[in-house]
């Protein structure tokens, strides 16, 4: 019942059936959507509660909203500085990537040597290696050469986690790259680093937006490597957030309040790249 | 596909673009490889400090340990429940939302919203909707008569609120893939397919699923990595707890490294999960380098 029906569009006698199940239809997806959103419009309607009104258990939609649970979110000195560690920390892992991550995949994408495809499956495995285990081994290290707590050890410890991830999708990007742009470049006296730098860089630069988004977004995400990595000078929000439940009082006004927050700027991000999405979360495995 | 103009090029060229990456590389990860299983031989407790060789003794007391025993079986049932329920949830929405419609990519980016928040925002919408007295699950439980749950502080209802939540998650994920599999198929196929008169359940089990069989196997090796490799949600959900009725692997092995600190266990624990998810990888790589050309 779900499948495209070319029959009904044919003929004038079933247009009348087709656009009665067009309208079916329609509204059954705005209805699995909706539910889907239950929560986050759940959670959306609480933040604009106050404390006494979230104890009540019976959802209400008639209420005067309130910004107290917002503002107490931006007044929090600990939040804000978490928030901005993070903006740091994701900001720089993503430069770091980008910058480590487009070179290589240009020389994987256009050059042919020996050991190339070993090299590129051994990239993609890394993207599944389990945080958990890098984490045990990084402690030990970071607590002997006293990285613990810094920005600097946090960002070193991402580069394994988000490298082989934008290494792998920048390379099936510049993989679908006219070569032709590179051997044009060539003839006209470029050497390979100036072709890379004056033209397929700036070709790819959408490509490039794609994969520096998707890598701070998985830098803003992560919690594992920040929960141990990390104890109070780079603390990153995520962090933060998590001990929220742990206060004597839970503040689920404030908790919603910022996971509003979050997913805001997240809509707008994911509304601008989702044609992207697929390849992205795929790593280019599946167009 | 055409391989570049590298050919006129010194050989020595790829590799001033690959060797920052790949040095950085091999020392973030190979390092800590090796420290791993170098680790994962001694007894080593740093509250106490000492440090002592004990060979394999450390995998000998896990593979005899009920609770790592029982992670490890938990794993498999919930990432078999997860994974399943939301390859089905996943086909079911995608089939729905295959066409073309005004309006369609906004409902689209809605839907997948979910996977981009952090799980640790996920983890905590959920465990505040389980609240028993002011969350919204057991309203709306009461007022469809039914009795309220204890949900996350309940041993026998814990672990799948956690996994509700995941499958809340992630399903949006297995969705879009499937939906970008479903609009591969071209339309000419299924309209032959209606022209025969094959009805919508044949052209679905006979026609779309093998047809993505690929596809489904990627995703659902996808899904299975992640959830063996869950951390975060039950982190935030339910702690491991009640008691330790949702310890999965990787929350086993975070309290074993970073509740009682022990390195040498938590190390060779950590070295058994990476080999489990090694294999899994290594049947992933397969699937997706089958007939595709580097």
């Given at each position: 019942m779900t499948i495209r029906t070319p029959t009904a569009a044919l003929t004038g006698d079933e247009r009348r059936p087709g656009r009665a199940h067009e309208i079916l239809w329609l509204v059954l997806v705005g209805l699995v959507v909706l539910i889907w959103l239950g929560p986050v419009l759940w959670i959306s309607n609480i933040s604009l509660k106050t404390r006494a009104e979230i104890a009540v258990p019976v959802p209400s939609f008639i209420f005067r909203p309130t910004l107290e649970n917002y503002a107490a979110i931006l007044e929090n000195p600990n939040l804000v500085r978490y928030a901005a560690n993070s903006l740091i920390i994701a900001s720089v892992t993503t430069v770091i990537t980008i910058v480590l991550a487009s070179l290589a995949a240009y020389g994987l994408a256009r050059f042919t040597f020996r050991g190339r495809e070993g090299l590129l499956t051994w990239i993609l495995s890394l993207r599944m290696m389990p945080v958990i285990a890098v984490v045990v081994p990084f402690y030990i290290m970071y607590q002997r050469l006293g990285l613990l707590d810094t920005y600097a050890g946090i960002i070193l410890a991402y580069l394994p986690v988000t490298l082989p991830f934008a290494i792998w999708l920048l390379y099936s990007f510049i993989r679908d790259v006219p070569v032709v742009l590179d051997e044009a470049a060539m003839l006209d006296g470029c050497g390979p680093w100036r072709t890379f730098l004056e033209i397929v860089l700036p070709v790819s630069l959408p490509s490039v937006a794609v994969t520096a988004i998707f890598t701070f977004i998985v830098c803003w995400n992560e919690f594992l490597l920040a929960l141990i990595?990390?104890?109070?000078?780079?603390?990153?929000f995520a962090v933060g957030m998590s001990e929220?439940?742990?206060?004597?009082?839970?503040l689920w006004g404030q908790i919603s309040a910022a996971a509003m927050m979050m997913l805001l700027p997240l809509l707008v991000i994911v509304y601008l790249v989702q044609r992207h999405i697929v390849k992205g979360m795929t790593l280019g495995a599946v167009r | 596909m055409a391989r570049g103009p590298?050919?006129?090029?010194?050989?020595?060229v790829p590799f001033q673009f690959l060797a920052p990456g790949l040095l950085v590389l091999i020392a973030i990860v190979v390092y800590p490889t090796i420290a791993i299983i170098q680790n994962s031989l001694y007894d080593w407790n740093l509250l106490v400090g000492n440090r002592r060789f004990v060979g394999v003794q450390n995998y000998a007391s896990l593979l005899a340990d009920q609770i790592f025993l029982k992670s490890l079986v938990r794993t498999s049932i919930y990432t078999a429940g997860v994974v399943s329920a939301e390859l089905v949830l996943g086909f079911a929405l995608a089939l729905l939302f295959n066409r073309s419609f005004p309006g369609l990519n906004v409902l689209r980016t809605l839907l997948i919203a979910p996977m981009l928040v952090a799980p640790v925002m996920v983890g905590l919408t959920w465990r505040f909707m389980y609240?028993?007295?002011?969350?919204?699950l057991n309203y709306l439980l009461s007022v469809i008569h039914l009795p309220g749950l204890r949900w996350i502080s309940d041993t026998a209802t814990a672990l799948p609120s956690v996994g509700l939540a995941d499958v809340w998650q992630w399903t949006p994920f297995v969705f879009l893939i499937l939906l970008a599999g479903l609009q591969s198929i071209p339309e000419s196929i299924v309209e032959a397919a209606v022209m025969d008169g094959a009805g919508a359940r044949r052209i679905i089990f006979e026609m779309q699923v093998p047809l993505l069989s690929r596809v489904i196997l990627i995703v659902v090796l996808l899904r299975v990595i992640d959830s063996v490799k869950l951390f975060d949600l039950i982190y935030v959900v339910t702690r491991g707890g009640p008691g330790n009725s949702t310890y999965l692997a990787s929350f086993y092995n975070y309290v074993v490294g970073?509740?009682?600190?022990q390195m040498g266990r938590a190390s060779a624990t950590a070295f058994l999960i990476m080999l489990m998810i090694s294999v899994l990888t290594m049947l992933l790589l397969r699937v997706i380098l089958r007939g595709e050309r580097l």
């Open positions: 990595l990390t104890a109070n000078r780079a603390k990153t929220f439940v742990l206060s004597y009082e839970v | 590298g050919g006129n090029w010194d050989r020595f609240e028993p007295s002011i969350g919204v970073f509740t009682q600190f």
